[in-house]
C-alpha cells in the first residue's frame, strides 16, 4: 500500500467539497487561504512562519482533528527523518494518536461522517509511512488494512473534485506495485480492490494541473515514481522542476531534482545545482553530493578515478533508509562499472552483489543482475 499519499487525506478535508461540516473550517475563506500558506511554509522549510499559521489555527479551532494533523505534518518535514529522531518521534506519534482521538470524540468510534474519515486515513497513513521505512511492512500493511473502508469510499469521489485525484492515482498506481515489490505483503493484498498503474499515472498528473494543494504532493510521487519503478527520469525532470522552482529552500525537493536531471543525461543543468547541495553538510545530505560529483565525474567528465573517491565517500556516510539508500546502491554500481573497465571482473561483481543488497530502483537493480548472469 502507497505511503506517499497521506498529506492528501488532509487537504481534502481543508480545501472544502461540500461535505456538510460540523466546524466552520470549511466556511471560513480566511482560514482556508491562512492554511494553505502555512502548508506553503512547511513546503518551503519556512517554520517559523508555519508556527505562527499553526498558532492561528490552534486558537480558534482547539481540540480539532487539523490542529494535531498540521502539527505532525511540520514535524515530519522540520525533523527529517522523523523515524529517526529519538527526541521528537515520540511526540511526532503522540500527534498522530491525538488525532485519531479527537476524531473519535467529535464524530464518534467508526463514523463515517467524511471528515472523520479523512482525518483517520491521514492519521493512519502518516503512521503507515513510519513503519513502511523501518521496513516493519507487516505493520505499514496492517495500517492500510485498518483504513481501506474509508478509502475506497473516497476513490468513489474523483470525479466531484479535483483533489481526488491524488488519492486514486496513488491507489491505482501502487496496489499493484507495492506487492510487487515486497512478496511478503502479497497474501494480504487480496483484500484489496484491484488497481491500474496506467491510470493511476494519468490521475496523477491531471491532479498536478487542476488540483490546488494536492498538486506538490502529486508531482512529488511521480517524480520519485518515475525514477523507481518506471526508470523514466526525463519525466520525473518536469515534476522536479515544478518543485524547485516553487519551492526552493526544500533541500528534498532539490536534491530529487538533481538525480532527475543526472540520470536523464543534463548532466551541465545538474552541475549548476550543485553548489546549492553542498552547503548541506549535516545529516545525510552530503551523501547526496558526493554521489552527485562521482556521477558528474564518471558520466560527463570521464575521470574514474575522481568518481570513484566521490562513490566512496559517499559510502562512508551511514545511509537512510528512506532518502539515501539507493544513493548506495548507485554508488556501488559506479563503483563496480569502473573496476569493470579497469579490468577488475571479480571487484566488478563484489561491488554489484552489494549494490543489489540495497537497490529498489528497477533500472539499478536490471544492471546489476545482468552483468551478474
Not at 527529517?80 to 518521534?89: G, M, Q
Not at 559517499?314 to 539508500?325: F, R, V
Request: charged share 25%; hydrophobic share 40%.
Amino acid at each position: 500500500m502507497p505511503v506517499r499519499y497521506v498529506l492528501f487525506f488532509l487537504v481534502i478535508f481543508l480545501t472544502g467539497i461540500g461535505f456538510p461540516a460540523r466546524t466552520q473550517i470549511l466556511d471560513d475563506k480566511a482560514t482556508m487561504r491562512v492554511v494553505q500558506q502555512g502548508i506553503d511554509h512547511i513546503y518551503n522549510y519556512e517554520f517559523g512562519e508555519a508556527d505562527a499559521v499553526r498558532r492561528q489555527l490552534q486558537s480558534r479551532y482547539p481540540g480539532h482533528p487539523v490542529t494535531y494533523f498540521i502539527t505532525a505534518f511540520q514535524m515530519y518535514w522540520q525533523y527529517l527523518p522523523i523515524k529517526d529522531n529519538k527526541a521528537k518521534v515520540g511526540e511526532y506519534i503522540r500527534q498522530l494518536d491525538q488525532c485519531l482521538a479527537a476524531v473519535e470524540k467529535q464524530y464518534g468510534k467508526n463514523s463515517e461522517h467524511p471528515e472523520a474519515v479523512f482525518f483517520r486515513l491521514a492519521a493512519r497513513g502518516y503512521l503507515a509511512l513510519m513503519y513502511n521505512y523501518q521496513n516493519e511492512l507487516l505493520k505499514a500493511a496492517g495500517e492500510g488494512q485498518k483504513a481501506y473502508g474509508n478509502l475506497t469510499e473516497a476513490l468513489k469521489l474523483t470525479d466531484q473534485n479535483p483533489e481526488f485525484l491524488f488519492v486514486a492515482g496513488t491507489y491505482n498506481y501502487y496496489v499493484e506495485a507495492y506487492p510487487e515489490d515486497h512478496a511478503i505483503v502479497r497474501p494480504l493484498m487480496i483484500f484489496f480492490k484491484d488497481g491500474n498503474k496506467s491510470l493511476g499515472l494519468r490521475q496523477l498528473d491531471l491532479a498536478t494541473r487542476k488540483a490546488v494543494i494536492t498538486k506538490v504532493e502529486a508531482a512529488y510521487f511521480l517524480a520519485q515514481t518515475y525514477l523507481d519503478h518506471e526508470s523514466r527520469p526525463d519525466l520525473a525532470v518536469k515534476y522536479t522542476t515544478q518543485l524547485t522552482s516553487a519551492y526552493p529552500k526544500n533541500p528534498i525537493f532539490r536534491m530529487i531534482h538533481v538525480q532527475s536531471l543526472l540520470l536523464a543525461g543534463r548532466y551541465a543543468e545538474a552541475e549548476r545545482e550543485l553548489p546549492e547541495l553542498r552547503k548541506l553538510t549535516n545529516g545525510f545530505f552530503p551523501i547526496t553530493w558526493h554521489f552527485f560529483d562521482g556521477y558528474l565525474q564518471e558520466k560527463k567528465h570521464r575521470n574514474d578515478i575522481a568518481a570513484q573517491n566521490q562513490y566512496l565517500a559517499a559510502l562512508k556516510i551511514p545511509h537512510d533508509a528512506q532518502y539515501t539508500k539507493e544513493y548506495h546502491a548507485m554508488a556501488y554500481a559506479g563503483l563496480a562499472r569502473i573496476a569493470d573497465r579497469s579490468g577488475n571482473q571479480k571487484k566488478a561483481r563484489e561491488y554489484y552483489k552489494k549494490c543489489l543488497d540495497l537497490a529498489q530502483y528497477k533500472s539499478v537493480i536490471r544492471e546489476a543482475k545482468e552483468y551478474l548472469k
